[in-house]
């Protein structure tokens, strides 16, 4: 069967084995100073292993693969312990796969087994900036006194070096690739430009990696299937990079996406929107 699944760039690929912990599904292995997918059964294709991959040698593609098994994949890690079944779980619910999640607890009843839900296990590099998530609006009940302004932000990371393509907040949405000082110089961007969006941000000046960045975009049209893409930078020349970097990912995917440059004055005015 076609589905998506991870495709590892061997001449960019180090060996160094940083996305392996990032794959409790135990789909990854170093074999030969190299990073192997051992197994198309045990790969979900969703990509968690791609933000901590440091040379992005990770992508995901559609090809013909065998099915995913969420249930041989339980048998896999439930002999690995507690805190790798509790990274499976959160990774699943992390990417809105619920029919996954349910297999997942129903094998875990079957035998026994209980996972406190809210229980996260931590990164192995011990910080959770990295850990894709799905951010929820407040409840009146929850609301804490902060910002005046609600934040309009679905979901994270958000930085492009560390978004995944696969993740399920892109998947078929309006996305907004924004160069870093968009919003500080825009009082009204989560307002005016990100209500019902998903985002990856980025400095075309100062970030390496952009062949990586060009791959990135070409996987969010043609994996995630995204609706549109608005390039939002500043007046300044060097921002006109990131311009260049859509259009070249763009120009790369085999599905045609509308992409729209709106330009940003220093003095936080609108200066342009045009579609390209």
């Known amino acids: 069967m076609k589905r998506k699944i991870i495709k590892i760039d061997e001449e960019k690929c180090t060996g160094c084995g940083q996305c392996i912990p990032d794959c409790p599904e135990g789909a ?46 339980m048998e896999n890690i439930i002999p690995k312990g507690e805190n790798t079944v509790k990274a499976h779980l959160k990774h699943l619910e992390e990417h809105g796969e ?64 560390l978004v995944s393509p696969g993740a399920a907040y892109f998947r078929g949405m309006d996305v907004i690739l924004a160069a870093d000082c968009t919003a500080f110089a825009c009082g009204d961007f989560h307002s005016r430009f990100l209500r019902g969006k998903s985002i990856a941000v980025a400095c075309p000046k100062l970030d390496s990696g952009r062949d990586e960045y060009i791959e990135k975009i070409r996987s969010l049209a043609d994996e995630a299937g995204i609706n549109t893409l608005n390039v939002i930078i500043m007046e300044v020349p060097c921002c006109r990079g990131l311009v260049s970097i859509a259009q070249e990912g763009l120009k790369k995917a085999e599905r045609k996406v509308p992409l729209k440059l709106t330009v940003v004055g220093i003095n936080g005015d609108i200066l342009s929107e045009q579609w390209l």
């Open 98 to 161: 619920e029919g996954y999640l349910k297999e997942a607890r129903d094998v875990l009843k079957e035998k026994g087994l209980y996972v406190d839900e809210k229980t996260v296990a931590p990164l192995p590099c011990g910080c959770p900036g990295t850990s894709a998530a799905v951010i929820k609006g407040r409840t009146k009940k929850e609301e804490l006194p902060c910002c005046e302004s609600p934040s309009k932000l679905g979901h994270w990371p958000v930085q492009l070096h």
């Open 28 to 73: 990854l292995q170093v074999i030969d100073g190299k990073v192997r997918l051992v197994s198309d059964l045990f790969c979900d294709g969703l990509g968690a292993c791609m933000g901590s991959c440091p040379e992005g040698a990770i992508t995901t593609e559609e090809r013909e693969a065998e099915p995913y098994d969420e249930r041989k994949v």
